[in-house]
């Protein structure tokens, strides 16, 4: 077995956004995971956060009109 | 350039150019500037083409340039904006992050069942736009460097020119913010209806009481 630390809620709580974010580190990834399969209400947190953070990206991302990919392709033939 | 360059370039520019504009938008706030954002981002991506060496970076290196444009535009027409940004660097997470899902997860909306998933179902692009439309840009620019564009906090610090830590911080009330304003539209459009399943025997009031119906 692996020499994993356990953390508790209060501090899975705080690293939570960094996890969605994957800026956390090896160890500190693997800590929060091992808590996340043993804690049923962190677990359906970060749940939320992810698929919150999923539909948010998808508001980055819109349609260009029709008259505006014109607009670029006539701008990129002139380079 | 070759002819390959321009053929790589034309070829990025035209799969990235939905994300761009999407991104531009959220940035811009309106179409009009959103596109003239993206113009420009798409001639200066051209003009120091040249200086970009590896292109597997193409995708961040452009996103980059279309944040720096937007904000040194930003700077020259709403210098308070700047004050803002300056100003918020020194400021402390002087309050507890909002959370959503604390406030959807309460007793009396667990007689719904669940009402995350009842959020997030429902939820709409263009209640999430209006969210992020709404957070000061000292929070929003971050907030779109993240979760929209998917950049890490380091490319982030970059892009901004600030340390990774406050990049953290302004994530996180950033966050808060948004969750804050997703709940209170939240309560306006939704959370005052019962499901379709219960509405013939409850109402579930903003106070968090049930009545059954007679």
Redesign the interface.
């Given at each position: 077995m692996s020499d994993i630390k356990e953390i508790g809620c209060e501090e899975a709580l705080r690293r939570l956004f960094e996890y969605l974010d994957r800026e956390l580190d090896g160890a500190r990834h693997a800590e929060m995971e091992q808590h996340l399969h043993t804690c049923r209400a962190c677990y359906s947190r970060a749940e939320f956060e992810r698929h919150l953070k999923g539909k948010l990206g998808a508001v980055g991302k819109e349609p260009a009109p029709p008259e505006f990919e014109l607009r670029i392709k006539n701008l990129l033939r002139r380079f | 350039?070759t002819d390959a360059d321009?053929a790589f370039?034309?070829q990025e520019?035209?799969g990235l150019?939905?994300?761009?504009?999407?991104?531009a938008?959220?940035l811009a706030k309106n179409?009009a500037d959103a596109?003239d954002l993206?113009?420009e981002t798409?001639?200066k991506a051209?003009a120091n083409f040249g200086s970009l060496h590896d292109r597997q970076c193409f995708r961040g290196w452009l996103f980059r340039i279309l944040t720096n444009t937007f904000l040194s535009e930003c700077r020259k027409t709403e210098p308070a904006s700047l004050e803002a940004l300056a100003e918020a660097q020194g400021e402390p997470d002087e309050e507890p992050a909002f959370?959503?899902?604390d406030r959807?997860?309460q007793p009396f909306l667990l007689w719904w069942g669940n009402p995350?998933q009842e959020f997030?179902n429902k939820?709409l692009?263009q209640d999430?736009?209006k969210a992020?439309d709404a957070l000061p840009e000292v929070f929003r620019v971050p907030?779109?460097l993240?979760?929209?564009?998917?950049l890490?906090?380091q490319e982030i610090a970059e892009t901004l020119g600030v340390p990774v830590g406050t990049v953290?911080s302004r994530?996180?009330r950033g966050?808060s913010q948004l969750q804050k304003a997703l709940w209170q539209h939240a309560q306006e459009a939704g959370l005052k209806h019962a499901p379709a399943a219960d509405k013939e025997s409850f109402h579930i009031s903003q106070t968090g009481e049930h009545h059954e119906r007679h």
């Open positions: - | 350039m321009r370039f034309e520019i035209t150019l939905d994300r761009l504009y999407g991104t938008l959220r179409r596109e993206v113009a798409v001639t051209w959370s959503l899902f959807l997860h995350e997030l939820v692009q999430l736009q992020v907030v779109i993240c979760d929209l564009q998917g890490n906090y953290r994530l996180n966050r």
